[in-house]
């Protein structure tokens, strides 16, 4: 389980320490959401953010939520299918977070080595899609 501190955060993972296996899953215990400044109505103070070997944009990540996913097993099924899905606007996807039914934990997932299969996995507790994106992935 990682803890971060107070302010944005930087959490690292590899395939060695958090691989997508059940039971070998890191947690996130605290993510923390970019936040609006209040001291500028165009600003924002930085939330939390994961730092990867590739960075996330627009074109590699994709989020699935109202799977009705309830573990991880049927969360990692469903990441893996949108993985080897050859649709032209999904086939570049690296990243796919998984925000499952309420109340249940949700998972990002990467597939570092392109063979469409998730290598990687990160439970990040019960967040919703809005508390993280690409930009979050550095």
């Known amino acids: 389980i990682l803890v971060g501190g107070e302010g944005g955060d930087f ?3 590899d395939v060695i320490d958090s691989p997508a296996v059940l039971g070998q ?24 953010k994961i730092d ?11 989020e699935l939520d109202g ?3 309830m573990d ?18 999904l086939a570049d996807d690296v990243y796919v977070f998984i925000d499952n039914s309420a109340g249940n934990d ?3 997932f990467w597939d570092e080595n392109g063979d469409g299969t998730a290598d990687l996995a990160v439970n990040m507790g019960d ?3 809005d508390d993280i994106d690409y930009a979050d992935i550095t």
Do not use: C, M
């Open 11 to 13: 959490f690292y993972f």
């Open 25 to 48: 899953v890191d947690r996130i215990a605290d993510w923390e959401a970019d936040q609006p400044d209040p001291n500028d109505p165009f600003g924002e103070i930085a939330g939390d």
């Open 52 to 62: 990867s070997t590739t960075s996330g944009n627009a074109f590699n990540y994709g």
């Open 67 to 69: 799977t009705g996913a």
């Open 72 to 89: 991880f097993a049927s969360s990692l099924a469903q990441a893996n299918a949108r993985f080897q899905d050859t649709t032209p606007t």
């Open 106 to 108: 949700d998972y990002l």
């Open 127 to 129: 967040i919703d899609k």
